[in-house]
């Protein structure tokens, strides 16, 4: 992103400003991810049919809103509330830089103080405490932060209603970010995923069942930069319209809102059920987990991922104790990623309302580890298994070799399905 000029901008007195705090914290390399948010945020405003400008100034990204589009900048601000890297955002007011002095390059309280008194009565609450709090970022202004802050809390109170000032906790902040490029006021910041950009993180392979959560993982790793495509094991052979209706499908497409563009890979499990019919161990299901983790690492190496996620908490159920993650594990070669490893479950169930995954997935579905042992064992070892699978699944290249051949593939952005 380049930095906005004091020098007139397109019109557009209504601008969208971004903070991105990780990014901010980058060394070196910090250009790079302002430039990777940048596109997403431009691809995201495209895809809306927002063709606008997109500058920065001073760690914050602006979007110049066209006079004749200023109603549909809220719209826009709740779509980039689900792109991973913007902390908060906020449709802000612009006063260009030379309104903000005047010819003795003195404060121009006049037309700040017109600014902030029209906020302020905009957004009057009977009986409601305020503060003003400044981000002085352009240090040739004459005054400081706290300077600012007192003069404009005492405008408001001589020419509002607003009397009550608490700096502590009050019921309205009122924000004035003083940047080279001009002066930005709001009366309120959205809340942001945070994190880095999608595609700065590298690519991952989320394994998404009709659970709570592995959701919730696929969307913490997009949250820290990755790009995630999606790999469900069915129960039975689905048509694409199937899968598209499904749970599987609608929280794929919920979770592309969030991971911008994905795809979903479905690949149904009979011939592994088949190859184990009869067998009554107690190891099935982690059997099943076995095969579930090297049928991902072969899809993920096919699309070049660098690691695979799941939404494991330890020992939240009988395939999640140590000993059961690890008979998992040591099957696959590729870094398995569990962002819930320490998580309880009320912190996770928190997480998927937020994201509006949650409602979904307790809808009724054909989990496929629900589908096996009622009765799984809670310990395992490698060496057992193995001597399992050499029984019963003496040719497993050949059963991975069948298995892929019915799976569908399906594609997601911003929420929708692409069509093909």
Known sequence: MEELPREPHPAGNTRIILHYPDITLKGKNQKDFQNALSNCIRRRLDNLGYHWNIGASRGRAIIIVPNQQQSEAWQAASMLQKIPGIYSLAIARWLHPADCLDSDHAMNWTMIGDEIVAMARQCYINHASFAVKVHRADKSLPVTSTEMAGQLGDLIQRETDWQ????????QTFYVDALPDGMY???????????????TGGRVLALLSGGIDSPVAAFLLAKRGCQVNFFHLSASHLRKQDIINSVIGRLAALLSQYTQRSRLYVVPYTYFDLA???LNSGYELVLFRRFMMRS???LATQL??????NGDSLGQVASQTLENLASSSTVVSMPILRPLIG?????IISLARHLGTYDISIEPYKDCCALLARHPKTKSSHARLTQLEA???PDYDALLNKT??????LEYRYGELVAE
């Open 404 to 409: 892929f051949t019915d799976m569908v593939c």
């Open 276 to 278: 184990l019919s009869g």
């Open 296 to 298: 991902a690492e072969r």
């Open 185 to 199: 006021f709001y009366p309120r910041k959205l809340k942001g995923v945070g994190g880095l950009p999608v595609g």
């Open 164 to 171: 009550t000032v608490r700096l502590n906790r009050p019921d």
């Open 391 to 393: 029984v019963h699944l």
């Open 304 to 309: 070049r991922a660098q690691a695979l996620v």
């Open 343 to 347: 998580a309880n479950k009320d912190e």
